[in-house]
């Protein structure tokens, strides 16, 4: 997000100062300050989510590799509201209005216009691939502390601490 940011920023910086001919009838210089703005307020999202997320206790940071992250996603989707505390329904409603947003034809901002059009769509995208990422990632931290999962039964696993080959103690 913070790359897209920059981007944004970069593209109304020379469209500000760079630009000589008017897009779809917008001075140039209109283009670029509103692409500045939009940047500006996209990087002080991006740096506030960083800093919040650097506050947070090492429980909730996320962890394993982009394709461990992507399987955990079903589980994750499964678990959400019922086992796993971290994500509400709620949020799984907002993922599924992002996809249908960028499926449809409909935008706020038309795709017809150079640059400013697309900002829409890359801009959820963008959100919508962090936040599964982000969430997946402390999902997968979440099942890693929670230990072995509770569909294997108490008596066919060893008590921890204990060699199998002892005896159960009395």
Known sequence: MILFGAVLVLAGLFSYFMGETAVFGLEPDVVGLSLLVL???????????????????????????????????????RSAGREYPGMRRRHLALWALAVVYLISP?????????????????????WLLGDVSAHSGRFLNWE?????????SAGSR?????????????
């Not at 890693?144 to 294997?152: D, F």
Request: zero cysteines; aromatic letters at 4%.
């Open 106 to 126: 409909v935008d706020l901002i038309p795709a017809f216009l150079p640059i400013i059009g697309f900002t829409d769509d890359a801009a959820l995208l963008f």
């Open 144 to 152: 890693r502390r929670r230990g072995p999962s509770t569909e294997i």
């Open 158 to 170: 060893p008590e921890a601490g204990r060699d199998e080959s002892e005896p159960p103690a009395s």
């Open 39 to 77: 940047g500006g307020v996209v990087l002080a999202v991006a740096v506030a989510r960083r800093v919040r997320a650097r506050r947070d206790s090492p429980e909730t940071e996320p962890i394993g590799g982009p394709v461990r992250r992507l399987r955990a996603v079903p589980r994750l989707i």
